[in-house]
C-alpha cells in the first residue's frame, strides 16, 4: 500500500474487524476484512505501540466491543443472564450480535430482537422458559423507554353519562403491555431479590402480565387468563361493553364475576393504564 485508505474505507474495514467473532488474526485475514484492507497493509494503517501490535491495537477494540454489547443486553436481560449464567449469557449475546448487530447511535433497542432469537438458539437450557423470560424482559424494556403520555383524569372519568360507557373506547398509555406467557417468568423476575435465592421451577405456568411506567416506575402486575383477555379486549378498541359481555360469557369454571369486571376496571383506571376514552 503506496498511500493511507479513504476514511470511509478505512471505517468499514474498522468495522468489520471489531465485529468478527473470532479471534483477531481470523478476523484481520477474513474476505469481508481484506477487501477493504489487506492483511499485509494493516501496520501500514494502524502502526504498532512500544507494548502492543497493530494487529493487538485492534484488538483491544474488538473485545471491548462485544464487551459492551454484552453489557447492554444484560440491562435489559438481568434475569435471563442470571438463570443462564455469565458464561453461557455471554455466549449468547456473541451469536445474537452476529446476526443482528447494533444498527443505531443507541444502544436502547439493540434487543428487540433477542427473544426470537433465544427461541430458536441451539443448546440453550431450558430454551423455551428462557424465550418466555425474554419476552417479558423485552416488554419492561420498551415500557421503560417508550414516549410519556397522560394518564386518564379522573375529572374525565367523572364527566361521562352512565349510559354512555357501553359504546365507550378506551387507549392504553405508550407505556403499556400486555404479555402472555407458558412459564412462570414473572415469578422468576420476582425472585431474583430473594435473599435465600429461591427460585420457581421453570415448568409449563400459564401465566399473564401486564407492564406499564408511571411516575417515573416501571410496574409488572400478574394477571388472570380473565382479566388479560378483558384487558386486550379493552386496550385494541373493544367498546367496554361489547368487551365486559365477551369476559362474562367465556372462561368455563373460572369465569368471572360481574363484579370482579368492576373491580379490575377501576383498579386500571387507578394505575393509570389508560390514556384517553371516546364514547359515541
Not at 494487529?55 to 443472564?81: H, I, S, W
Not at 377501576?266 to 359515541?280: L, N
Request: glycine content about 4%.
Amino acid at each position: 500500500m503506496t498511500s493511507q485508505p479513504p476514511l470511509d474505507r478505512l471505517q468499514r474495514w474498522m468495522q468489520a474487524a471489531i465485529v468478527h467473532p473470532g479471534d483477531i488474526e481470523t478476523a484481520l485475514g477474513s474476505p469481508t476484512v481484506r477487501k477493504e484492507i489487506a492483511r499485509a497493509d494493516v501496520d501500514a494503517v494502524i502502526l504498532p505501540s512500544p507494548t502492543l501490535t497493530s494487529a493487538q491495537r485492534v484488538e483491544v477494540y474488538q473485545g471491548m466491543y462485544l464487551l459492551r454489547m454484552e453489557e447492554a443486553l444484560a440491562t435489559d436481560y438481568p434475569g435471563l443472564k442470571h438463570f443462564l449464567g455469565d458464561q453461557d449469557f455471554f455466549a449468547l449475546v456473541r451469536d445474537y450480535v452476529q446476526i443482528h448487530p447494533s444498527k443505531s447511535y443507541s444502544l436502547n433497542r439493540l434487543g428487540d430482537r433477542f427473544p426470537d432469537f433465544v427461541a430458536v438458539a441451539p443448546d440453550v437450557r431450558r430454551r423455551d422458559f428462557c424465550a418466555d423470560l425474554a419476552r417479558l424482559e423485552l416488554a419492561l424494556a420498551v415500557v421503560f423507554d417508550a414516549p410519556e403520555t397522560k394518564a386518564l383524569d379522573a375529572s374525565v372519568i367523572e364527566s361521562i353519562a352512565p349510559e354512555a360507557w357501553e359504546t365507550a373506547v378506551l387507549a392504553p398509555i405508550a407505556a403499556f403491555r400486555l404479555v402472555a406467557l407458558r412459564y412462570p417468568a414473572s415469578a422468576y423476575l420476582d425472585s431474583l431479590n430473594d435473599p435465600e435465592h429461591r427460585h420457581p421451577e421453570a415448568r409449563r405456568k400459564d401465566t399473564y402480565v401486564a407492564c406499564y411506567r408511571r411516575d417515573y416506575g416501571v410496574y409488572r402486575h400478574d394477571l388472570t387468563r380473565a382479566a388479560h383477555d378483558l384487558l386486550a379486549d379493552l386496550v385494541r378498541g373493544v367498546p367496554l361493553g361489547t368487551a365486559v359481555a365477551a369476559a362474562l360469557k367465556r372462561g368455563g369454571r373460572h369465569r368471572p364475576k360481574q363484579d370482579d369486571l368492576f373491580k379490575w376496571f377501576r383498579q386500571w383506571i387507578a394505575g393509570g393504564v389508560f390514556a384517553s376514552v371516546e364514547t359515541a
